[in-house]
C-alpha cells in the first residue's frame, strides 16, 4: 500500500528527475545555438580570410616564397622562411576567427588538391571523425602562382567542449538552484516528519493520559453520587460542586479523546442527509430555556425551511452548540443572536454576541490547536483552546466554510456556510 511518505518521496523524486530532463532539454537547445552560432561565425572568418590571401600582400608573398622555397629575395634561410610564415599564418587565422567572436583552440593546414601538403599549424592537424574542419579555396594570387588549386582547412578538435563553456553561464546557475532545491526539498520533508513524529508521540502521550484519568474521574462521579444521598444539607452543595466539576472534567476528556480519534483517522464521520431546521430549532430552544435562567439575551431567527445537508448530525450539533457557548462565556452581559438563512444553494449560520471581540492579528490564529486569546497574562475563560480547532475541522469535514467577522469592544459574529441538497 502506498503511504502518504512514500507518495510524497516519489512525487519529489519524479520532479527532481523532471528538473534534470528539462535541464538535458535546455542543455540540448543551447548547444544547438552555440554550434548554429559557431557556423555563422566561421563562414564570415572563412569569408575574410579568402578575401585577403586571395590578394598580394606582405602574408601571401611570404607563403609563396615559402612554398616555393625561393629565398632570393629575402635574407633569412629557408628553414627561417618556413617557420616565419607558418607562425605569421597562424597568428593571421587567429586574429580573423577572434574577430568573428571565435577563440577556440584550431590548426589549419595549406594543401593543394593533388594532396601535397605546404604547410602546417604547430599544433597537429588531425582529421578524425570527431573533428570539425572547415576548408577555404583559396583564390587569387597563390593558385596562380603555383599554378595549383590551394586550400587551406582550417580544423578544431573539441568543439563540443567549446560549446559546453559558451553556455557554461546557463548550466551552472541551473545545476547550483537545482541543487539548492533538492537540499530545501529534503529539509522541509524531514522537517514535516520530524514534526509528524513529534506529534504522534504527544498525542499518544495525551491518549494515555486521558483514557488513564477516565477512571478516577469515574470513580469520583461515582462517590460524590453515593454521598449524595446522606450528606447533611449544608453540605450538598459541596458534593454539587465535586459532581459539576467531575463531569467537566469528563466532557474535556471525552473531547481530546474525540479529537485525537479524528486526527487518526480512526474515528469517521457517518454523513447522511438530513434536514437540519428542527435539530437547530430545537437547539435554540434549548439555549433560549437556559438564557432564561443565566441571565443570557437570546434571540434567533430561522429562514424557510427545509435545510437538507449531508452531515453527521451529532457533531454537527455540537458546533452550533460550541459556538452559542462561546458567546456566552465570553461576554459579560451576554446578547447573543442566531439566524440561519438559505442563498443560492447555501446555508448560512450566523451566532453574533456583544462580547469582547477579537483583534485583527488573532483572528488567523484562533482556530489553531491549543491557541487561546489572551488578557494580558490572564485567561479570562477556563479551557483547552480545543474548542474552536473542533468546530473548523468539523466544517471542514463537511465541506463547509466558516468565517470571522470581529471588532474589538463590540462583539464576533461567527458564520458557518454548508451546501443545500436539493429536495434532500
Do not use: W
Given at each position: 500500500?502506498?503511504?502518504?511518505?512514500?507518495?510524497?518521496?516519489?512525487?519529489?523524486?519524479?520532479?527532481?528527475?523532471?528538473?534534470?530532463?528539462?535541464?538535458?532539454?535546455?542543455?540540448?537547445?543551447?548547444?544547438?545555438?552555440?554550434?548554429?552560432q559557431f557556423s555563422d561565425k566561421i563562414d564570415k572568418a572563412r569569408e575574410n580570410i579568402n578575401s585577403e590571401l586571395s590578394e598580394v600582400?606582405?602574408?601571401?608573398?611570404?607563403?609563396?616564397?615559402?612554398?616555393?622555397?625561393d629565398t632570393t629575395e629575402v635574407n633569412i634561410g629557408l628553414d627561417s622562411l618556413e617557420k616565419a610564415s607558418q607562425y605569421y599564418l597562424n597568428d593571421y587565422i587567429s586574429y580573423q576567427l577572434n574577430v568573428s567572436g571565435i577563440d577556440a583552440p584550431f590548426s589549419y593546414s595549406l594543401y593543394s588538391r593533388d594532396s601535397i601538403s605546404y604547410m602546417s599549424s604547430v599544433r597537429p592537424h588531425l582529421k578524425a571523425n570527431n573533428n570539425l574542419t572547415y576548408p577555404i579555396q583559396i583564390k587569387g594570387y597563390l593558385p596562380e602562382l603555383l599554378e595549383k588549386e590551394i586550400v587551406l582547412e582550417i580544423g578544431f578538435e573539441d568543439l563540443n567542449k567549446y560549446f559546453l563553456g559558451q553556455i557554461?553561464?546557463?548550466?551552472?546557475?541551473?545545476?547550483?538552484f537545482l541543487f539548492m532545491i533538492v537540499i530545501v526539498v529534503i529539509w522541509v520533508l524531514r522537517s514535516f516528519y520530524l514534526q509528524r513524529s513529534i506529534n504522534t508521540t504527544t498525542n499518544d502521550f495525551i491518549n494515555n493520559l486521558t483514557h488513564e484519568l477516565k477512571t478516577p474521574v469515574f470513580s469520583i462521579g461515582l462517590?460524590?453520587?453515593?454521598?449524595?444521598?446522606?450528606?447533611?444539607?449544608?453540605?450538598?452543595?459541596?458534593?454539587?460542586?465535586?459532581?459539576?466539576?467531575?463531569?467537566?472534567?469528563?466532557?474535556?476528556?471525552?473531547?481530546?479523546?474525540?479529537?485525537?480519534?479524528?486526527?487518526?483517522?480512526?474515528?469517521?464521520?457517518?454523513?447522511?442527509?438530513?434536514?437540519?431546521?428542527?435539530?437547530?430549532?430545537?437547539?435554540?430552544?434549548?439555549?433560549?430555556?437556559?438564557?432564561?435562567?443565566?441571565?443570557?439575551?437570546?434571540?434567533?431567527?430561522?429562514?424557510?425551511?427545509?435545510?437538507?445537508?449531508?452531515?453527521?448530525?451529532?457533531?454537527?450539533?455540537?458546533?452550533?452548540?460550541?459556538?452559542?457557548?462561546?458567546?456566552?462565556?465570553?461576554?459579560?452581559q451576554p446578547k447573543v443572536k442566531l439566524t440561519a438563512i438559505t442563498q443560492k444553494g447555501w446555508l448560512h449560520i450566523k451566532i453574533s454576541d456583544n462580547g469582547q471581540g477579537i483583534a485583527q492579528e488573532d483572528i488567523k490564529k484562533i482556530f489553531r490547536k491549543y491557541f487561546r486569546i489572551k488578557n494580558g497574562n490572564v485567561h479570562k475563560v477556563k479551557g483547552y483552546g480545543?474548542?474552536?480547532?473542533?468546530?473548523?475541522?468539523?466544517?471542514?469535514?463537511?465541506?463547509?466554510?466558516?468565517?470571522?467577522?470581529?471588532?474589538?469592544?463590540?462583539?464576533?459574529?461567527?458564520?458557518?456556510?454548508?451546501?443545500?441538497?436539493k429536495n434532500g
Open positions: 500500500m502506498l503511504t502518504k511518505r512514500n507518495l510524497y518521496v516519489s512525487v519529489f523524486v519524479i520532479a527532481v528527475i523532471g528538473l534534470l530532463v528539462v535541464q538535458y532539454q535546455y542543455l540540448r537547445v543551447g548547444l544547438g545555438l552555440a554550434k548554429a600582400n606582405s602574408l601571401t608573398y611570404t607563403l609563396g616564397n615559402a612554398i616555393r622555397k557554461r553561464g546557463l548550466i551552472i546557475p541551473g545545476l547550483l462517590a460524590s453520587k453515593i454521598l449524595e444521598e446522606d450528606v447533611p444539607d449544608n453540605k450538598k452543595a459541596v458534593v454539587e460542586l465535586i459532581r459539576s466539576e467531575s463531569d467537566r472534567l469528563k466532557r474535556h476528556i471525552d473531547k481530546v479523546l474525540e479529537l485525537a480519534g479524528m486526527e487518526s483517522g480512526k474515528k469517521l464521520l457517518q454523513f447522511t442527509v438530513i434536514d437540519f431546521k428542527p435539530d437547530l430549532d430545537r437547539i435554540c430552544e434549548g439555549f433560549s430555556l437556559l438564557s432564561q435562567h443565566d441571565a443570557i439575551e437570546f434571540d434567533y431567527e430561522l429562514g424557510e425551511g427545509p435545510y437538507y445537508i449531508r452531515a453527521e448530525k451529532f457533531h454537527l450539533e455540537n458546533v452550533v452548540g460550541n459556538l452559542l457557548e462561546n458567546a456566552r462565556k465570553y461576554s459579560d480545543l474548542g474552536l480547532y473542533y468546530v473548523q475541522k468539523i466544517i471542514k469535514m463537511h465541506r463547509g466554510k466558516i468565517s470571522v467577522d470581529s471588532k474589538l469592544g463590540e462583539g464576533t459574529t461567527f458564520t458557518i456556510s454548508l451546501k443545500l441538497i
